[in-house]
């Protein structure tokens, strides 16, 4: 089992102001086909929907 502290998972910033973590992916664990992430948005913003199914790469 991968256990990640959240304050060594480095973050990045997109374009709305959100903070996203990558938490377990391919990239940084053993985990395969499936991944976990954590979004933060600063207090009072809000963020715009996506087209998940769109923007899905297929392997």
Known sequence: MDVKNLNDVPAFITKDGSEIRELLAYR????????????????????????WFRMQEFR
């Open 28 to 51: 940084n664990s053993c985990i395969r086909n499936q991944s976990l992430a954590e979004a933060r948005l600063p207090l009072g913003a809000s963020t715009t929907a996506n087209d």
